[in-house]
């Protein structure tokens, strides 16, 4: 599952739903990326993130689809956030599932 959206989300719900999708999975491996304070030595108090939502769309496909080939993948899920977004707040979430670890 691939969403691209201006709002937050919450990690374990998100999972919890491609779980509930999938009785065979038997490990989850996740990512989830911030906003930080500081890049290249200067303060930041937030990032302004722009998407072109259709090549996102395609690029995140074939990551998922190259991964599915090569490894034995359930499921992916991304999420990737754009808009005005402050520190700490989460930018991404790149989960995969399996049956095994």
Known sequence: ???I???DFNVDNEIKNIQSKHNSIGAMTSFVGYVRNVNNN???ESINIHVYKKMA???FK???EKSKEKWSII???I???FGN???NEKIILVATFSMHR
Do not use: A, F, P
């Open 1 to 3: 599952m691939i969403k």
């Open 5 to 7: 959206q201006e709002k």
């Open 42 to 44: 200067k303060t930041v």
């Open 57 to 59: 769309l395609k690029s």
């Open 62 to 64: 074939e990551i998922c």
């Open 75 to 77: 499921d992916t899920l």
């Open 79 to 81: 999420i990737h956030r």
């Open 85 to 87: 977004l402050k520190v």
